[in-house]
DNA sequence: TTGAAAGCGATACCAT
DNA sequence: ATGGTATCGCTTTCAA
């Protein structure tokens, strides 16, 4: 056969076009990814394994953009992108799973692809949860929420509503129960809730369980309807904590809609700082979580060879007109 | 050897197990993804290749959208999505080509990776631009630019305004020139601007090319630019035609920015009915293109064996509040 | 410098 | 029903 495709630097440029032309005609078409592959026991393919279905991640800003984040280094260092979700996780369809030569799991993966793959011994990165198998990318969710919370609460506010994310198991949008308080748990929702409880309870304020929302998704429908619901309240809430900006700008939406005054009426903040949130109007008060840098380290990370350190992104107050101080 | 994965029927399943947790201690790790695929010539993976870089297609709402849609019907039929991108393309790196069983090309692609996946003689969906070569789905961006702008200029407006996105060859945002009117091309933002310009002819009304906007990238950052050039001229447009709707709602923020009233001063329409355009305020004026449809649809037909047509979606004139009837 | 051959791991097929 | 074996296409190594 001919050495063509492989040593390209020992035959002369002429007789490589011709060869290429000539096997062309005969119906090759270039080198066989698999069989490679299956030879080198590498595919330069990288998989995100993402915890919610491939569809909603897409349509969520924050997965988008640290997806767009790790497009990104991989694109600059020749790798190509397998989007996983272990949602739909099952050993029958896991045969994927050993083509690529890393994983970036996004969020603390449901099923057992996490234990597959761990047992391949390939490399891991764990994205926005913590794992002792494997280095990991995080944000302090806890001092971040705190922090917000703090800023909105430094006038004593009466009335504190919680409009929060995935707190409780329920497809359902509902409002937490006594028992719903205590959960002790390392997600991302419930590090954000102890932040703001941190931060009433700092401030000597405290807050009824019923005005704790829970959403199960981070889209603006379901928010909208929580949205509503906190703001046909009465008395109508000083302060409405939202763990996501998609939820905060639903807020906002829905204010204008009611003929509420953001921040004169009621104060809101976000969590994330999405673009949309960078543009909206009022500006909306929130934390910066750098998902699109948190794409880009994680693959960074995969992808060095020296093994480097967990990190923990810093987060960082934005206060825009949704809730400024007022002084 | 075993057959346990290969025929777990004909075992118990007690003694599937037991083989599956010693071949797992002896270090087997499942089946191997590149060995089945070139034993199979099947790899049930399927490429999305991206007109423009994976990153930039993950922030473009109407990229998205197309994915979301191709995501949820590959889901539902067990492949596996792969992005590519025809940007980043060259022979040297186009090994990964040849592992899909099939391409949906979403947009013209540059290079020639569309050639080399055509000799492959995989099957091949074109997105958004037609081909002999492959089925497509498109839409009819003519006659929808032709519906909105008819709609927007049945007052006979006095000065009319465009913001393009890619009508000519240029990384600056600038307005056309004389010779930049008559290019003839099958491009999107082409065949959106011959509709408008039809819609133009037949109020009687005429456009120079001055008034016309060149933004080479479909972002917020690139279309404030050109909405404050747009809005901060005077006199006034009466119309601002926008050939996406990140371009319109940029101007929506920026006339609310500049105290211009919309629609009273000012009529805006979009093109695309994205979802962020779905919620604002004022309501956009927009065409809806259904793009997750669009995924969907292009998805089943590449799965599908049955040799079916290529596919025009419907435009439908979504009309809101900014550029509403004044009746 | 060029060619020949082994082997990656799963599967399809044929033999038992 | 089960076990053996050739084969997919490439890369690596070894021989000429």
Redesign the pocket.
């Known amino acids: 056969m001919s050495n063509a495709?492989?040593r390209p630097d020992?035959?002369s440029a002429k007789l490589r076009e011709r060869i290429l032309r000539e096997s062309a005609e005969l119906g090759y078409h270039?080198?066989?990814f698999a069989?490679?592959s299956?030879?080198?026991?590498q595919s330069d393919v990288i998989a995100v394994v993402l915890a919610d279905s491939i569809s909603y991640s897409l349509s969520d800003p924050v997965a988008s953009q640290l997806l767009q984040g790790v497009a990104e280094v991989l694109g600059e260092n020749k790798k190509q992108l397998l989007l996983l979700s272990s949602e739909s996780d099952g050993l029958e369809h896991s045969s994927a799973e050993s083509l690529p030569d890393g994983f970036i799991f996004y969020g603390a993966p449901s099923g057992d692809i996490f234990e597959r793959v761990k047992r391949s011994g390939k490399p891991i990165i764990a994205v926005d949860f913590e794992t002792h198998d494997a280095e990991s990318v995080n944000i302090n969710n806890e001092d971040g929420a705190f922090t917000v919370a703090n800023h909105a609460l430094i006038n004593k506010p009466k009335n504190v509503t919680v409009l929060g994310l995935r707190l409780v198991d329920s497809q359902r949008i509902c409002r937490l129960t006594a028992q719903d308080m205590h959960v002790e748990s390392k997600e991302i929702s419930r590090s954000r809730l102890k932040g703001y409880l941190r931060a009433l309870d700092e401030q000597q304020l405290t807050i009824s369980p019923s005005q704790i929302w829970h959403i199960p998704l981070n889209t603006p429908e379901m928010a909208e309807i929580a949205a509503r619901e906190a703001l046909t309240l009465s008395p109508l809430p000083d302060v409405i904590l939202c763990m996501s900006d998609v939820i905060a700008l639903s807020v906002l939406r829905m204010a204008n809609e009611l003929n509420i005054a953001i921040p004169q009426q009621v104060q809101v903040t976000g969590f994330d700082d999405i673009p949309e949130a960078q543009r909206s109007s009022p500006g909306l008060t929130t934390v910066c979580q750098q998902s699109l840098e948190k794409g880009r380290v994680a693959t960074r990370l995969l992808l060095d060879k020296d093994h480097s350190d967990s990190v923990v992104l810093e987060t960082r107050l934005v206060i825009r007109t949704s809730c400024a101080q007022v002084s």
């Open positions: 495709f492989n020992q035959l270039g080198p066989n069989a490679r299956l030879r080198k026991g």
